[in-house]
């Protein structure tokens, strides 16, 4: 069976062509190689798939990225009790209000994340989450994901559940306006990462993304590099080349269409507690690097996130150094607390403040947005937004 990849030198069939919701047989291409001897190419795709194409390229866009609010209700409490709020729907609907509503964010983010409450929610006025961000021209995306449990047979690694019942959920989703999907599965390098653990990411992540395109959503593929351990650089890079050679090969054993799908890599960094400090310069050698090896041209957006809390410039300053150069992908950012944290602080559950908050969403949205456009230079940025922040070649 051929990798999707290969639509594009298919033939290009009329939607009137085929039924929505099920698989469609392209004509076989015959590929000759001796003149006794050819074989049939057969190529699957789903029913979306000029949606999907134009879902993918609406979300990798110039200058815009992705706004991640997919917090569990459980996590967005661990949020909410930072600024000393209780954790009940009606402060998480605030919350999320505020984000969704900020006016001009459409100019810098193409596409939010949403929680399965929030798809579903109104804002505080009445009106539908989803419906304030079409107006506003930002695509609606839902985590479809159930979360992760231990692997048996593993050390001590874990698994990412869904896979039960996704094609129906993903068919109400749909429905309800989502039109991408996230599924976040994670490696651990101190743990190994055994082969088993590898594998069963990069499997589940195939699984999903050929049901997720199957009913209209564009699959957010993303095998998060855990940040914990004491590793360098060099140690993380070989273990990301390893999980996206693996990603790629059951991609391709699924039929996952290239062209309809974004990746959301972890940019690699050395983890958490080795001592060997890295500029922005050299994070973007390397994750650049990575992408290079692994990644085809086919897939429209890599929108790579920085798992770093209260670091919002470092997130900034990486994202600017991989857009130095041009990329045969949008080199863009999928950032929750990275654009969040100043956000919340600022508001701190205080009706007052919400403009204020919301301005201070709109600077991290505009840098990110410069960012990706290879122009960022940190003029204007706020202490609040510094705060923590130390790279070799950058003291804030």
């Known amino acids: 069976m051929a990798s999707a990849s290969l639509l594009k030198t298919s033939p290009v069939l009329d939607k009137t062509e085929f039924v929505k919701g099920q698989s469609l047989r392209l004509p076989s291409v015959s590929v000759r190689c001796h003149p006794a001897a050819s074989s049939a190419l057969t190529v699957r795709a789903s029913s979306y798939a000029d949606e999907l194409v134009k879902t993918a390229t609406t979300i ?6 992705i706004l991640a609010m997919d917090e569990s209700n459980a996590t967005c409490g661990k949020r909410l009790a930072s600024i000393g709020m209780e954790n009940t729907e009606a402060n998480r609907q605030a919350f999320r209000t505020l984000l969704v509503s900020v006016p001009g964010l459409g100019e810098y983010i193409s596409g939010a994340i949403l929680f399965e409450e929030t798809l579903y929610q109104s804002t505080v006025e009445g009106k539908k989450m989803v419906d304030v961000l079409v107006e506003q ?4 995306g839902i985590k479809v994901d159930k979360g992760l449990v231990p692997l048996a047979g593993s050390n001590n690694e874990s698994w990412c559940q869904g896979l039960d019942g996704l094609a129906s959920r993903s068919a109400a989703y749909y429905q309800q306006g989502a039109r991408f ?5 994670v490696v651990s390098i101190p743990n190994g990462p055994s082969a088993l653990a590898v594998k069963e990411a990069a499997w589940g992540l195939a699984r999903y993304a050929a049901i997720s395109q199957d009913n209209g959503l564009v699959p957010i593929v993303e095998p998060e590099i855990l940040l914990d351990g004491e590793h360098n ?13 693996e990603v790629f090969f ?15 890599p972890s940019m690699v960094t050395p983890g958490a507690e080795c001592k060997e400090r890295v500029t922005p310069q050299q994070v973007a050698d390397y994750t650049l ?19 770093i809390s209260d670091r919002s410039i ?3 300053l990486n994202l600017n150094a991989m857009n130095q ?12 607390r990275a654009l969040q944290n100043t956000c919340l602080k600022t508001w701190s559950g205080r009706p007052e403040n919400v403009k204020a908050a919301q301005d201070a969403l709109l600077v991290r949205a505009k840098a990110n947005s410069l960012a990706q456009l290879g122009k960022y230079t940190g003029e204007g940025e706020s202490d609040e937004a510094k705060k923590g922040m130390f790279v070799k070649g950058y003291v804030y």
């Open 325 to 336: 150069s041009p990329n045969p992908w949008h080199v863009s950012f999928s950032y929750a």
């Open 250 to 264: 059951y991609l391709a054993q699924n039929n996952v269409m290239f062209e309809g799908i974004l990746l959301k």
């Open 60 to 65: 990798a866009s110039p200058g815009r990225g």
């Open 137 to 140: 021209n930002i695509v609606p």
């Open 181 to 185: 999907a996230k599924w976040r599965t």
């Open 233 to 245: 650089i060099d140690r993380t890079f070989e273990v990301a080349k390893q999980v996206w050679a």
């Open 314 to 316: 470092e997130a900034t």
């Open 289 to 307: 690097s990575l992408l290079r090896q692994r990644i085809p041209p086919a897939v429209p957006g890599i929108m790579a996130s920085i798992y």
